[in-house]
């Protein structure tokens, strides 16, 4: 099984310009979750979401959107990117409320 | 406003030595708390688990502590190896009450183990 698989695992992107990034996992687990990891800060969950359909706002959700329309992929989207997204972005699934989250290996994100 | 405080920031500790990571929390509803481990370029996992009912939990070299009194807790790394080198995040479960419980994390440390 591959586990989470987060697309792409780099990309450099000028200020205002917009992009999505792809979390796919294979485990079949109901809860996704879309964190960023900065230096000094740990990790920050951005957005989450609790089954397909479904999506919820965690602690810095400004300037992020995502959707779940398949079980299996949680997409997290910046509509105009800015400096200060410039960061590393994980996903994680798990098959019930937190506790064991599953991550994927990050995608790298800077914003020129 | 950072829920849960981790320190130190880095550490080096010898081959052999005990490595030791603190965490602090103030919210009294947290009920769950794991340690994560982070090797470079790849995404945390799930090193060891504690639930505040008891107060130590150890497996292999790894060792939690848990004082619920003074809402700490911390990770002992016994005969630390340099394999050992990586970022450690301590984290709580918060949101019982809500239905959905999310999970809080620590600024990690970075941990060195010189050969």
């Known amino acids: 099984n591959a586990g989470v698989t987060q697309t792409p695992k780099f990309r450099v992107l000028k200020t205002g310009q917009s992009m999505t990034l792809l979390c796919a996992q294979d485990?079949?687990?109901?809860?996704m979750y879309w964190y960023r990891q900065d230096p000094g800060m740990g990790l920050r969950l951005i957005h989450y979401?609790?089954?397909?359909?479904?999506?919820a706002k965690g602690e810095v959700p400004d300037g992020y959107n995502v959707s779940r329309l398949k079980k299996q992929n949680f997409l997290l989207g910046l509509e105009s990117a800015a400096p200060s997204q410039t960061s590393v972005y994980f996903c994680?699934?798990?098959?019930?409320?937190?506790?064991?989250?599953?991550f994927g290996e990050g995608s790298r994100l800077t914003v020129l | 406003q950072q829920q849960v405080k981790q320190s130190p920031q880095s550490l080096i500790v010898q081959k052999g030595g005990i490595s030791i990571i603190n965490c602090a929390y103030e919210?009294?509803?947290?009920?769950?708390f794991p340690w994560y481990q982070q090797f470079p370029g790849k995404g945390p996992a799930l090193l060891i688990a504690?639930?505040?009912?008891?107060s130590e939990k150890k497996e292999g070299r790894f060792t939690i502590s848990f004082n619920k009194s003074a809402k700490q807790f911390s990770l002992h790394i016994m005969d630390s190896q340099p394999g050992d080198s990586a970022t450690y995040f301590c984290a709580a479960l918060s949101g019982v009450n809500t239905g959905f419980q999310k999970l809080v994390f620590g600024t990690g440390t970075r941990l060195l183990v010189s050969p």
């Open positions: 919210n009294t509803a947290f009920d769950y």
């Open positions: 504690i639930r505040p009912d008891v």
């Open positions: 485990m079949n687990h109901e809860y």
């Open positions: 979401s609790v089954g397909e359909g479904t999506t």
């Open positions: 994680a699934s798990t098959p019930r409320s937190a506790g064991e989250l599953f």
